[in-house]
């Protein structure tokens, strides 16, 4: 499976970086043109995170080390029971997965590039099974406890039902994929994670991310289940932080 290259992808991720240089040039004129009294204030300024709207619900997020960081707006739709995702896209697949949130999964996908991580391969089972593949992303949970914001790892919201322990794996970014839709006459793509695989923990050749381990969708064999005793209540707004395991680049001598 290649990664996705065609001209609708290419377009999003144009906007997605010029979004992301615009706040971080704004940034540096601001610094260039800075009096000497503002110099102190202005290295404040540089040391804190920088966050842009890219889309509807999905933001991009710049670290002081030049990290990059995607956030996206959702909320708890499940607290118990089987699941076969993490996140899925809203009024698609919540009797199923913890996390639902409205946005565009191809938007999503642009904006994981732009922060660095690059698409593998979606799960495969014929000939024979293949994990999913892709850069690494650890992802967070990021939302408020009786007025205190609360930050832990997606992983611990998730339980493995055969050892009673929370899941062990990280996701990775496995891409989707995208199709012409046979239905739209004029020929009109479509990017199959929209139908609601965007974080899955069972595997499916539609995920936008997914687990790099066998993990079956069929009711009787899957694995993992909420944690309940975790998961703050229904509707409680979150925030999830995706964050690509990308090598730093060496500097050219």
Partial sequence: MKTLTRQ?????LSMTLLAAGMMLGCDEAGEREARPKDKASQKAKTGEPKKVRLTKNIYLEVLPDK???VHVNAEVCLREGQLEL????KQTKEHEAILTADVDAFKL??????AGAEAGSPVRFVPRYRPASG?????FVQYKDKGKQVTVPAKSW???????????NDWVFAGSRLVTNPLDPDGKKHYLANDGDVI????????????PIKSPK?????????????????ETKVVVILEPVVEAKKDKK
């Fill in 67 to 69: 990290k990059r960081r």
């Fill in 8 to 12: 609708p992808l290419v377009v999003l």
């Fill in 135 to 139: 850069t690494t992303i650890k992802v």
């Fill in 218 to 234: 069929d009711d009787v064999e899957r694995f993992f289940v909420a944690n309940t005793r975790l998961i703050p209540p229904l």
């Fill in 86 to 89: 993490f996140l899925c896209r």
């Fill in 158 to 168: 998730i339980t493995n039902a055969k050892t009673k322990k929370p899941m062990e």
């Fill in 200 to 211: 899955c923990v069972s595997n499916f050749e539609t995920a936008l991310l997914d687990l």
């Fill in 109 to 114: 996908h642009a904006a994981l590039i732009a």
